[in-house]
């Protein structure tokens, strides 16, 4: 995967989390060529950047995705005329109701008829099935995001 322009793309949790995986895999390899390691070592501040939004995503749905069933769910999407924040989102979230597809799409009863509303969750449990393990790892990064609080 290559990251055309860093400033323009919009990109899904699975291709940051690719993009986190390999600069782990590269940074890593850099640390074992170099005897020195205070020469070529990462900022603190970036490392503990990569860490946690690598822990984050892996506690989520986007580690049982592939490219394959992202453009594919990508492609039966274009038919429904979503944004480009909708489809991001969907992708991301991985909506397993109809509800929770209602809080992702604008105006979603006034510009979709039930049936479509239904298809739209059918099509997205069709093309990522939902991984029980990465579903309980979701509900527990969500418990425990709602339980912080800011002082």
Do not use: W
């Not at 899904?12 to 060529?33: G, H, I």
């Not at 005897?35 to 984050?56: G, S």
């Not at 039966?76 to 991001?88: A, F, N, R, S, V």
């Amino acid at each position: 995967m290559e990251v055309i322009d860093r400033q323009e793309a919009l990109i899904t949790n699975y291709e940051a989390l690719m993009v986190l995986r390999e600069a782990d895999v590269l940074n890593e390899a850099d640390k074992r060529k170099q005897k020195d390691k205070a020469k070529h070592m990462c900022p603190e501040n970036v490392t503990t950047l990569r860490f946690e939004a690598l822990a984050y995503l892996e506690k989520t749905a986007c580690t049982s995705q592939s490219d394959e069933q992202l453009a594919q769910l990508k492609e039966q999407l274009l038919e429904y005329e979503l944004t480009k924040g909708e489809i991001l989102q969907i992708l991301n979230l991985r909506p397993k109701s109809v509800v929770e597809l209602h809080l992702l799409v604008e105006d979603c009863t006034e510009r979709f008829l039930v049936e479509e509303i239904e298809q739209l969750v059918s099509i997205i449990l069709d093309v990522l099935p939902c991984d029980d393990k990465a579903a309980q790892h979701q509900d527990e990064a969500d418990q425990s995001d709602s339980m912080d609080v800011d002082s």
